[in-house]
């Protein structure tokens, strides 16, 4: 059974750093492009970025390039998304999300994680 | 970046209705699009992927059609368990980007 297991929800200050994680099983990590997905309370979803496990190519959505960093454990089969000093303003769901490798039909999100709250508050 | 815009933002509906919700991209995206559904409190689900492809285990009520820049999710009989907001994903250039949901309600 494929699952994307999240650390759980973090309660943090302005300035502080964060690192939250999603490991992944019951599937071959390395094959699998593996990413973040942001909910700000009662908002619509935002794609953060994505990493593919296999050879670390890492894309980013301009909205978030520079603010985080997704990185991957390939040993542990765990993707990690990390601040290195928070802001209110990220206070959301964070969701890590799988998508396949096809050079077919465009998959979309096919797992979800469970999410992750973050909140930012002083 | 392409916009994604979705069309109603809400609606409400009952039980066996017929619903269709719109996708526009302002730019051509192909069949690069898919369709989520997300209750209340709860992960998103993946219904429709490549614009008309249905997820396995999706029910067949599901359907999703058009290509370049006009997309249709359609629910053919709309079930108690489908009240949610659903939202059209692009993939067909970085960055990806979401519209912006449509709400369906009873």
């Known amino acids: 059974e494929v699952q994307l297991v999240q650390s759980g929800a973090e309660v943090k200050k302005p300035g502080e750093s964060l690192k939250i994680s999603c490991k992944g099983s019951g599937y071959r990590f390395t094959g699998y492009w593996i990413g973040w997905v942001r909910q700000m309370p009662g908002k619509g979803l935002e794609w953060v970025g994505i990493i593919y496990p296999g050879d670390s190519d890492t894309r980013y959505s301009p909205s978030f390039q520079g603010q985080v960093t997704i990185s991957v454990d390939k040993s542990i089969s765990t993707a990690y998304l990390q601040w290195s000093s928070l802001k209110a303003s990220d206070t959301a769901i964070y969701y890590c999300v799988r998508r396949p490798f096809s050079y077919g039909p465009v998959p979309g999100f096919d797992y979800w994680g469970q999410g992750t709250l973050v909140t930012v508050s002083s | 970046a392409i916009q994604l815009t979705q069309s109603p933002s809400s609606l409400s509906a009952s039980v066996g209705d017929r619903v269709t919700i719109t996708c526009r991209a302002s730019?051509?995206?192909?069949?690069?699009l898919a369709w989520y559904q997300q209750k209340p409190g709860k992960t998103p689900n993946l219904l429709i992927y490549d614009a008309s492809s249905l997820e396995t285990g999706v029910p067949s009520r599901f359907s999703g059609s058009g290509s370049g820049t006009d997309f249709t999710l359609t629910i053919s009989s709309l079930q108690p368990e489908d009240f949610a907001t659903y939202y059209c994903?692009?993939?067909?250039?970085?960055?990806?980007?979401f519209g912006q949901g449509t709400k369906v309600e009873i």
């Open positions: 730019q051509d995206i192909r069949s690069a």
């Open positions: 994903q692009q993939f067909d250039s970085y960055p990806w980007t």
